[in-house]
């Protein structure tokens, strides 16, 4: 593939787009190519835009850009077409979050799981199947990237619904190499400041599996010596050390100490713990003895908005000559979707974490089951590596999670409250059927915005 053709929709993506600029201008396998930009919001789309065309022109790339509030103007000829967009995400999790916890349901962050991850996919999926048709028509043999949470959920919609498209789904929180050398350090293989080397990385088998945002390491051997006790030891170490210090927010507070837990309890230790603990019942409040790790706290919607508007201030900065571009690209760096993409490009034979089907990996799931594994790619795709069983217990909870995101798809597609309702009962947070026909109705009421027609009929 020699000049690929990437599609953003959703490029006012805050998270990704001006990652993906950044990369799309730095990698000699992408920058003869095209970045297409797609956003509704004329004012955002603009505002990446023209960040886009500063740093083309200040690195004196070949790049070529297109950008449209239709994405119909720029999908034509497309190789790579990336999903990244949420209508008014940080309102609606918001509502989610106010009226889960009215029904003794914490959420501290209420996109993947819960009552927030079923409802976001009964906003976010029905658009992403009104893309999907444009893609068909337009490119059909372009690959499809999700990156809208719960990833899962519409990542195993798209399996189902649009087969004929090639997908897979994606999220940031296993971005290879980083997630190996980080555990590497965790289990003293490296010191500070130190990557893995290719002879190391060879020695270092280790092993992630799970649902999204609900992976745990299965195996981590250096050298044919298990160091999961080492890795163990520097989580309980960090949870000693935990204070409310640094990052307050919601889904940072007691990670270590919480992972800590959970390895003692389960044998395995979470990955991805700031949304690991909004899976399972454990810290909602609702035990009767007291406990040193107080109920999670609540994903919050005031925060994440200052957090966007700097976010967005920072883009302007740099739009408008007060930070120069140079520092732009030293700010930024690769991001997950767009090394994917050049690893598929150029055949470069690196693997990466990615939400797939199993087809195998773990030996005693289904093979259409949607999980979050490392795999090999080449440009007909992912192909995921071996894995072996999956922990009795943890196994169990996975398939109620897997259930969950396939019945919210259903759902979403369906607009069938039956289904619904049965995707929230499967929930792992939810314990009441009188609480779940309450939370559905308040969050259809306060939700009609966001959602189709077909939910008022």
């Keep these: 593939m020699q000049h690929p053709k990437v599609v953003i929709l959703g490029a006012g993506s805050l998270f990704f787009g001006r990652q993906a600029i950044w990369q799309m201008v730095h990698s000699e396998h992408l920058r003869t190519g095209t970045l297409g930009l797609v956003d509704t919001d004329e004012t955002r789309l603009k505002n990446m835009a023209d960040l886009?065309?500063?740093?083309?022109?200040?690195?004196?790339?070949?790049l070529k850009l297109e950008a449209s509030t239709r994405r119909k103007d720029v999908l034509k000829d497309a190789d790579f077409v990336v999903l990244s967009f949420a209508?008014?995400?940080?309102?609606?999790?918001?509502?989610?979050?106010?009226?889960?916890?009215?029904?003794?349901?914490?959420?501290?962050?209420?996109?993947?799981?819960?009552?927030?991850?079923?409802?976001?996919?009964?906003?976010?999926?029905?658009?992403?199947?009104?893309?999907?048709?444009d893609i068909e028509a337009m490119c059909p043999a372009a690959w499809v990237i999700n990156y809208i949470n719960p990833t899962a959920a519409h990542g195993v919609g798209l399996q189902r619904f649009v087969p004929q498209l090639k997908s897979f789904a994606l999220c940031d929180g296993l971005h290879m190499p980083h997630v190996k050398n980080n555990y590497a350090h965790r289990a003293g293989i490296l010191g500070e400041g130190e990557t893995l080397t290719p002879e190391q990385d060879a020695k270092f088998d280790l092993r992630i599996a799970g649902p999204n945002h609900f992976t745990w390491l299965l195996k981590a051997e250096y050298d044919g010596k298990d160091v999961v006790p080492k890795i163990a030891e520097a989580l309980k170490n960090d949870a000693a050390r935990e204070t409310d210090g640094g990052d307050t927010g919601a889904k940072a507070r007691f990670n270590a100490a919480i992972g800590y837990a959970l390895y003692e309890a389960f044998g395995y230790i979470p990955t991805c713990v700031g949304h690991t603990k909004e899976y399972v019942r454990l810290w909602q409040g609702l035990g009767k003895t007291p406990e040193p790790i107080p109920p999670l706290d609540i994903w919050?919607?005031?925060?994440?908005?200052?957090?966007?508007?700097?976010m967005w201030k920072q883009v302007d900065d740099f739009n408008s000559?007060?930070?120069?571009?140079?520092?732009?690209?030293?700010?930024?760096?690769?991001?997950?979707?767009?090394?994917?993409?050049?690893?598929?490009?150029?055949?470069?034979?690196?693997?990466?974490?990615?939400?797939?089907?199993?087809?195998?990996?773990?030996?005693?799931?289904?093979?259409?089951?949607?999980?979050?594994?490392?795999?090999?790619?080449?440009?007909?795709?992912?192909?995921?590596?071996?894995?072996?069983?999956?922990?009795?217990?943890?196994?169990?909870?996975?398939?109620?999670?897997?259930?969950?995101?396939e019945l919210s798809a259903m759902a979403a597609v369906t607009g069938d409250r039956?289904?619904?309702?049965?995707?929230?009962?499967?929930?792992?947070?939810?314990?009441?059927?009188?609480?779940?026909?309450?939370?559905?109705?308040?969050?259809?009421?306060?939700?009609?915005?966001?959602?189709?027609?077909?939910?008022?009929?």
């Excluded at 886009?52 to 200040?58: G, T």
């Excluded at 996109?111 to 996919?121: C, M, S």
């Design 300 to 310: 919050e919607t005031d925060l994440r908005y200052k957090r966007h508007d700097e």
């Design 87 to 133: 209508k008014e995400t940080v309102k609606y999790r918001g509502i989610d979050c106010a009226i889960a916890e009215k029904y003794g349901i914490r959420m501290c962050s209420g996109d993947t799981i819960g009552p927030g991850g079923v409802f976001r996919t009964l906003r976010e999926f029905p658009v992403i199947l009104e893309c999907c048709g």
């Design 321 to 405: 000559g007060v930070t120069s571009i140079g520092d732009y690209m030293t700010t930024f760096g690769p991001d997950h979707a767009t090394d994917i993409i050049e690893n598929m490009v150029a055949g470069l034979g690196k693997r990466f974490y990615v939400n797939t089907l199993n087809r195998g990996a773990v030996t005693n799931l289904q093979d259409d089951d949607f999980m979050e594994l490392l795999c090999d790619f080449t440009p007909d795709g992912p192909t995921p590596l071996p894995v072996g069983k999956a922990p009795v217990g943890l196994r169990g909870l996975w398939a109620q999670v897997l259930d969950t995101h």
């Design 418 to 457: 039956d289904l619904l309702c049965r995707a929230l009962l499967v929930d792992p947070m939810v314990s009441s059927l009188a609480d779940v026909e309450k939370i559905i109705d308040e969050t259809l009421l306060a939700e009609r915005d966001a959602l189709p027609g077909y939910w008022y009929k």
């Design 52 to 62: 886009a065309k500063k740093v083309i022109e200040h690195e004196k790339s070949p």
